[in-house]
């Protein structure tokens, strides 16, 4: 059975940081894309970066490069989301989503990974 679990969300202050936590288990982890997202009230759910399996390579949506980061330990089978610099819009809930996506896939689009974590919640205040 796959599993995600997302932790390390919270309330920060802007230009705060937090980093999530989504443990993997239930598939082979280094093959799979492991992919964050976010979705505010009242928002269409976002892709905000990922570790491709396929070629380990990381993304990044324009509005968080240069202020987050996307880390893998293979041997915890867990990837993690450095958030620096927090913006009051960077306020949503946070998933981590999985799946086996070929080179070239769309890797922000939601509608590719089948399973997803249960969200943690971000919230900085202004």
């Known amino acids: 059975e796959v599993q995600l679990v997302e932790s390390g969300g919270g309330l920060v202050q802007a230009g705060g940081s937090l980093r999530l936590s989504c443990a993997a288990s239930g598939f082979t982890y280094d093959d799979y894309t492991i992919g964050w997202f976010r979705q505010a009230p009242g928002k269409e759910r976002e892709g905000v970066s990922c570790?491709?399996?396929?070629?380990?390579?990381?993304y990044y949506a324009d509005s968080v490069k240069g202020r987050f980061t996307i880390s893998s330990d293979n041997a915890k089978s867990t990837v993690y989301l450095q958030m620096n610099s927090l913006k009051p819009e960077d306020t949503a809930v946070y998933y981590c989503a999985a799946d086996y996506l070929e080179y070239g896939s769309r890797y922000f689009s939601p509608d590719e990974y089948d399973y997803w974590g249960q969200g943690t919640q971000v919230t900085v205040s202004s």
């Open positions: 570790i491709s399996g396929s070629d380990g390579n990381t």
